[in-house]
Nanobody, 129 residues
Framework: LQLVESGGGLVQPGGSLRLSCTTDGFSLEYYAIAWFRQAPGKEREGVSCIGSDDGRTDYGDSVKGRFTISRDKSKNTAYLQMNNLKPEDTAVYYC???????????????????????WGQGRPVTVSS
């Protein structure tokens, strides 16, 4: 399973961006999906996740109320809508996936990237004026 991300880029503070995550040959409908990010010199941080049943979502404290994770089964794509972006959101964002459940058995988890088996190549997001 190879995840392919798109979107991101450069935006001014307060602006919005959307990241997409898709794959060929597999239905993401059956996968738990998460977004992680890593800024230069910092550890990887869990941003958001959605369970394979779409009934469970979670967000990191720093993005709650600003970011929204979703899934469009007809397009086999997961999204991360990022609103009211701040300079501290600048990072490379990664899509990650696990079939049905994360490694620990949970539907949606952000505590560790090791919970997920498959990763995208990463997309840079830069928030700057």
């Amino acid at each position: 399973l190879q995840l392919v991300e798109s979107g991101g880029g450069l935006v001014q503070p307060g602006g919005s961006l959307r990241l997409s995550c898709t794959t060929d040959g597999f239905s993401l409908e059956y996968y738990a999906i998460a977004w992680f990010r890593q800024a230069p010199g910092k550890e990887r941080e869990g941003v958001s996740c959605i369970g394979s049943d779409d009934g469970r979502t979670d967000y990191g404290d720093s993005v709650k109320g600003r970011f929204t994770i979703s899934r469009d089964k007809s397009k086999n794509t997961a999204y991360l809508q990022m609103n009211n972006l701040k300079p501290e959101d600048t990072a490379v964002y990664y899509c990650a996936a696990a079939f049905r459940r994360a490694r620990s058995g949970r539907l949606c988890v952000l505590t560790s990237g090791d919970e997920y088996y498959y990763w995208g190549q990463g997309r840079p997001v830069t928030v700057s004026s």
